[in-house]
Every structure is written in structure tokens, then in C-alpha cells.
């Protein structure tokens, strides 16, 4: 079944806990929690204290995403605030240096991720792949909930659903970015296992109706 992990950064902040109980109870299996520093994405969003609070009042399986500059100086405070999976952007450090920060995530018992802008080529994640608990395709440029989603990136995750079949088949294909009812069964056809959506949950009064369109028959 394909998983739905609505994204936070379209909730209320004003009523953080809330919302988040809200799209569990509404069917969510995973909640997405995009971490922007200003730096490696035109945006500050949220970091440790709120992910500490949240891990608090939930027991909600918590998908940390870092759009931050060398992730490796944070993936161990994330994960001690209670991250299930961390994930890293494949551009935002040196290959070794993204190892090192998967190999701590590991260590420390949580899953690990990468994750790939639309400009980079799906090869890029070669160094990763055989270790990797989930691999993610942003169809939008990231930093921003709202956009449309770029059919361009199909393509690459058809070739990433190859590639994860043949080197690492429990490795789960995440997509993120412009997810609606009208562009999910195109991520799911190309191959993706979970679907991060923001304004399409959020931005709904009825989030179990929200989150049961976008998981459709498929
Ligand atoms: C953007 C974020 C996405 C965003 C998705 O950089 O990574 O998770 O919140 O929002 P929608 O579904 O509205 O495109």
C-alpha cells in the first residue's frame, strides 16, 4: 500500500500538535519534517526544540528531512530528539562527509535517507544506495510548499525504482513536492512507495478525505 507522509510545513504552527494528531488520526503513516536553514534552501523553517516537543505529544513515525549545509553537524541531535528516519540532501556536503552523517543515523538505530534536487542526476546516488532506508525525489525546486509538480523528474524516478530493485529492494522511494490526487498516480506509476504532500492535506478541512485521495485504488 502506498504510504502518505503529510508534509508540516503547510500546517498551523500556531496549533503544531494538534495538526499533527489531526493527519495521523486521518490516516498518515509517516509526518514530514522539513528542516531549512536559509542556507542550503531560501527558508528557515523549524529544527530540534520543535521536533523534541512533537516527539513529546506523538508517537507518530517522525520523517526528518535536512535541507541544511553539512548535514553531519546535526544528525545526532536530531536523532536524539526522536527522528525515525533522518535524511540527507546528496548536494549539501562531500560524498564521504553524507556517508559518515547515514553511518551515524544507523549507529544511533534510526533509518537513514537521501535525497535528490530535481537538477541532479539520479547517478549521484550511487554511493549511497546500498545502504540507504529510503531515497527521495523532490518534483519541486525545494524550499517551498505550493508548487506544481515538474512531470520532467518522471523519468528519473522510473530509473531509481530500477536501480533500487536490482541493488537494494526494502529501500523505500519517497516523492515529495506538488503532490495532489491528480499527479500522485503518476509518482506511484513511476514507482514511488511514499508520498509527501503539504498544501494537498493541509490545506483541507477534511484531512482523512485529504490523505484517502491521495492514496486512490492504485
Ligand atoms: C518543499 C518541501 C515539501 C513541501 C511539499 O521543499 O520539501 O515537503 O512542503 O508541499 P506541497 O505538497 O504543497 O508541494
Do not use: W
Amino acid at each position: 500500500m502506498i504510504k502518505i507522509a503529510p508534509s508540516i510545513l503547510s500546517a498551523d504552527f500556531a496549533r503544531l500538535g494538534e495538526e499533527v494528531d489531526d493527519v495521523v488520526a486521518g490516516g498518515a503513516d509517516y509526518v514530514h519534517f522539513d528542516v531549512m536553514d536559509g542556507i542550503f534552501v531560501p527558508n528557515i523553517s523549524f529544527g530540534v526544540p520543535v521536533l523534541r516537543s512533537l516527539r513529546r505529544s506523538s508517537s507518530a513515525f517522525m520523517d526528518v528531512r535536512l535541507m541544511i549545509d553539512r548535514p553531519i553537524r546535526y544528525v545526532k541531535a536530531f536523532c536524539d530528539a526522536g527522528a525515525d528516519l533522518v535524511n540527507v540532501h546528496v548536494e549539501s556536503d562531500t560524498v564521504d562527509q553524507n556517508i559518515f552523517a547515514l553511518q551515524t543515523v544507523k549507529a544511533m538505530g534510526r533509518k537513514a535517507g537521501v535525497t535528490l534536487k530535481p537538477g541532479t542526476d539520479a547517478e549521484a546516488l550511487m554511493p549511497f544506495l546500498p545502504m540507504a532506508d529510503l531515497i527521495l525525489v523532490m518534483t519541486v525546486e525545494p524550499g517551498f510548499g505550493g508548487q506544481s509538480f515538474m512531470v520532467d523528474q518522471l523519468e528519473k524516478i522510473r530509473m531509481i525504482r530500477m536501480y533500487l530493485d536490482e541493488i537494494n529492494p526494502r529501500c523505500e522511494l519517497e516523492v515529495d513536492g506538488g503532490i495532489t490526487p491528480e499527479t500522485a498516480p503518476l509518482a506511484v506509476e513511476a514507482g514511488a512507495d511514499v508520498l509527501v504532500a503539504g498544501s494537498s492535506v493541509f490545506g483541507k478541512n477534511d484531512r482523512a478525505a485529504a490523505i484517502a485521495a491521495l492514496r486512490g485504488k492504485y
